[in-house]
């Protein structure tokens, strides 16, 4: 909760009495939503803990969510997550084999259901498919059924927590910061449903700046009497960007502590050109921005 009041300006939040219908209830709205649950995911695949949620009927929501979050290959596909009761109605797997719960079995989605299920079957009529049991996880389970009341299909489209630039969110802190840089319609952890405030130039220069643990600043002066300047993530292989002098100059005496407005960013037009690259960065987390304590 401290967290959240901390991010006033970005956003606001409401307790809820029943999470799980009133998380359905969104997605039945088309609405798109950050949903974080108890003790994160353990391995490659999120099962309901860490999760991006969306209605699985669309065919465009692929689309929508790859555009919205993950900004990934087009043809890579999302997965289904069903109640494992309703597992054979949607999808052909075998009845001798065990629920699929870890999500690592790729099946044929029934042909009379494939396009009941269009964000979520490939083109080659499959889907990797995650089946939910009410005793495994009791909340997640809910909102599949409370989704399927509203809609008939109690399946939903479900990915990992996380945007092109991380790996899945672990902390609330984390999940936070994913929803603030993509286009996430809603956020909902535990019993609290988050939504994004309108913000301006104003707010985002309130907020304090820090370099990511694994970057660092690099300036070359060339033999040519020229220099570049860029941000690099310091482990192998890791990926680099290029700085104008401006955002360059406050990075370099960016601590976590002084502001963007203490570290020179003004209301200018230079001041929104290094607000908007800053930003950016944050969206790539090479970054990190967070308000004042």
Avoid at 189 to 209: F, G, N
Avoid at 245 to 250: F, M, Q, R, T
Wanted: a negative charge.
């Amino acid at each position: 909760m401290d967290l959240l009041n901390r991010w006033e300006r970005f956003v606001r939040f409401t307790r809820s009495a029943d999470p799980a219908a009133d998380t359905a209830a969104l997605l039945a709205e088309d609405r798109v939503v950050g949903w974080v649950q108890g003790r994160s995911e353990f391995g490659p695949r999120a099962l309901g803990n860490r999760s991006i949620l969306a209605d699985p009927r669309p065919e465009r929501n692929r689309d929508r969510v790859n555009q919205m979050i993950k900004q990934r290959e087009g043809y890579r596909p999302f997965a289904p997550s069903v109640r494992a009761e309703d597992l054979r109605t949607y999808f052909e797997f075998p009845d001798t084999m065990p629920t699929p719960d870890f999500m690592v079995f790729t099946v044929p989605v029934r042909a009379d259901r494939r396009a009941e299920l269009g964000a979520v079957t490939h083109v080659d009529g499959t889907a990797r498919v995650h089946a939910v049991d009410r005793e495994v996880n009791p909340l997640y389970w809910r909102l599949l059924t409370e989704f399927g009341e509203r809609t008939g299909v109690p399946v939903v489209l479900n990915t990992s927590f996380n945007n092109h630039a991380e790996p899945i969110v672990d902390s609330v802190e984390d999940a936070l910061r994913c929803y603030l840089t993509t286009r996430l319609d809603h956020l909902v952890v535990d019993d609290l449903i988050i939504t994004k405030r309108p913000w301006s130039h104003t707010d985002l220069c309130e907020l304090a700046p820090a370099l990511a643990p694994t970057a660092t600043l690099v300036r070359e002066d060339r033999p040519d009497g020229t220099t570049s300047r860029t941000i690099t993530f310091t482990y192998l292989n890791g990926r680099s960007a290029t700085l104008d002098p401006a955002v360059y100059e406050v990075l370099r005496r960016a601590d976590g502590v002084a502001s963007l407005r203490a570290l020179g960013v003004g209301d200018d037009e230079t001041g929104h050109r290094v607000a908007r690259a800053i930003h950016e960065l944050w969206s790539e987390r090479y970054v990190d921005l967070t308000p004042p304590k």
